[in-house]
């Protein structure tokens, strides 16, 4: 699998059903999540195993925080909420940050006011209707890893697939105000 740029984390707030929240686990596992979380109330790890068949929560960093005020999220990383809301950008318009992690709310339900506050972001699913809480976590990881990935352009006549792009290429650094003294002696 092609390394994505950046990492993220994906949780969710408040949900009540096992089976959602070990699909949630699983898929995050498949796409390389750094870390996994649930804030408020939640299933027990132990409930989530019928559906997270890859055992996520021994594999990636779980952690479980009481309330959104307890949150501590990593250094950089900015929260995105995923909520049907008339404010919220579309998914396909979203520009994911390279540090990010994403919180979903609970089945029937939504993000606490208080979650909704604390979000840097809040994105929606262009859907007519809500979706499963673990379909939604899918989608947004599968956005996540289009837009993050390094794949080739999509072909212009159908299948595929592009050509494939370059590695980057470093050259030496440009400075906006000349080089540094420490630099200039250096070979060109």
Same mark, same amino acid.
């Given at each position: 699998?092609?390394?994505?740029?950046?990492?993220?984390?994906?949780?969710?707030?408040?949900?009540?059903?096992?089976?959602?929240?070990?699909?949630?686990?699983?898929?995050?596992?498949?796409?390389?999540?750094?870390?996994?979380?649930?804030?408020?109330?939640s299933?027990?790890?132990?409930?989530?195993?019928?559906?997270?068949?890859?055992?996520?929560?021994?594999?990636?960093?779980?952690?479980?925080?009481?309330?959104?005020?307890a949150?501590?999220?990593?250094?950089?990383?900015?929260?995105?909420?995923?909520? %049907?809301t008339?404010?919220?950008?579309? =998914?396909p318009?979203? #520009?994911? @940050? *390279?540090?990010?992690?994403?919180?979903? +709310? &609970?089945?029937?339900?939504?993000?606490?006011?208080?979650?909704l506050?604390?979000?840097?972001?809040?994105?929606?699913?262009?859907?007519?209707?809500?979706?499963?809480?673990?379909?939604?976590?899918? %989608?947004?990881?599968?956005?996540?890893? =289009?837009?993050?990935? #390094?794949? @080739? *352009?999509?072909?212009?006549?159908?299948? +595929? &697939?592009?050509?494939?792009?370059?590695?980057?290429?470093?050259?030496?650094?440009?400075?906006?105000r000349?080089?540094?003294?420490?630099l200039?002696?250096?070979?060109?």
């Open positions: 699998m092609e390394t994505a740029r950046g990492w993220f984390g994906i949780g969710m707030e408040g949900v009540s059903k096992p089976g959602n929240a070990g699909a949630l686990f699983r898929t995050a596992h498949a796409f390389g999540a750094s870390f996994l979380f649930a804030v408020g109330d299933p027990g790890i132990a409930a989530t195993r019928a559906t997270d068949t890859s055992d996520a929560t021994r594999h990636v960093p779980f952690y479980r925080w009481p309330s959104v005020d949150m501590a999220l990593p250094r950089l990383c900015r929260l995105v909420g995923v909520e %049907l008339e404010e919220a950008v579309p =998914l318009s979203f #520009r994911h @940050p *390279p540090q990010a992690a994403y919180v979903l +709310g &609970p089945e029937r339900g939504s993000l606490s006011a208080a979650m506050a604390r979000c840097d972001h809040v994105v929606r699913i262009p859907t007519r209707f809500a979706i499963n809480l673990a379909l939604a976590g899918a %989608l947004v990881m599968y956005d996540r890893w =289009l837009a993050m990935g #390094r794949f @080739p *352009p999509r072909p212009v006549a159908s299948g +595929g &697939p592009g050509e494939a792009e370059p590695p980057p290429a470093h050259g030496r650094p440009r400075f906006r000349g080089t540094p003294a420490l200039a002696g250096e070979d060109t």
